[in-house]
């Protein structure tokens, strides 16, 4: 089974809108990545927040970790036709090191 | 551009076929993965290889065989697969972190670009 969720599944919003998805897991973990994938493509990392950590920003993107809710969430702010991707949350399951995805969250931006 | 090299980047293969995916990376990273993507959905997990010894195999049917000659280098071979296997398969690598509370903690993993594989 998939560690983490997202939410919503899909996500359409105009090009200058913000987007937010969240992602929740269900070990104790030491980071939680973000990653995106256009279609058809590999994944591209985003962000890394460690769980010392309660929020983290890079550009556009914004990152908040609640490790006592277990969630995590990215927005991405003022979005661009670009931005149009799957969005995965990730993080490492057990101490050798299985890495698994969220069920990944589509955001579409129209122009 | 990404730095983990996937070939070839198109498949087609018959079920009685033998056929190999190749993966190369050189970022000195010495965990190397391989996942599986159907469409629409998360990449899932099938084998991770740790200083080039398998440590992770999610129970992935036989068929599927990993091999790690050497640092840089992911093979994945294939044999008598079945329709159902077609799929994005991709690879990735990352620097292998351990942590004293968590293990392996986890560290940023590069992905290729995949191939995709077709079954018929």
């Known amino acids: 089974s998939q560690q983490g969720e997202e939410d919503p599944q899909a996500l359409s919003i105009q090009e200058g809108e913000n987007a937010t998805m969240n992602c929740s897991y269900k070990t104790s973990i030491n980071n939680l990545q973000w990653y995106r994938q256009n279609s058809g493509r590999g994944l591209v990392h985003l962000i890394l927040i460690r769980s010392n950590e309660r929020e983290k920003h890079s550009g556009r993107l914004r990152v908040t970790l609640d490790t006592s809710k277990k969630s995590s969430s990215l927005l991405i702010t003022a979005s661009r036709a670009a931005d149009t991707a799957s969005y995965f949350c990730?993080?490492?399951?057990?101490?050798?090191?299985?890495?698994?995805f969220g069920a990944g969250t589509q955001v579409v931006v129209t122009p | 551009d990404t730095e983990v090299t996937q070939t070839p980047k198109h498949l087609v293969m018959g079920m009685t076929n033998k056929k190999s995916l190749k993966c190369e990376q050189h970022?000195?990273?010495?965990?190397m993965y391989w996942y599986k993507q159907k469409a629409k959905k998360p990449p899932e997990l099938m084998f991770v290889y740790s200083y080039e010894k398998l440590s992770i195999n999610e129970s992935v049917p036989s068929r599927f065989s990993p091999e790690c000659p050497n640092s840089s280098l992911l093979n994945l071979h294939l044999h008598a697969l079945q329709p159902e296997d077609s799929a994005l398969y991709l690879c990735?690598?990352?620097?292998?972190?351990?942590?004293?509370?968590?293990?392996?903690?986890?560290?940023?993993?590069?992905f290729g670009e995949g191939s995709w594989l077709t079954v018929v």
């Open positions: 990735a690598s990352s620097q292998v972190v351990w942590d004293s509370t968590y293990g392996i903690s986890g560290n940023t993993i590069y």
């Open positions: 990730a993080t490492v399951t057990d101490s050798w090191g299985k890495f698994q």
């Open positions: 970022m000195g990273h010495r965990a």
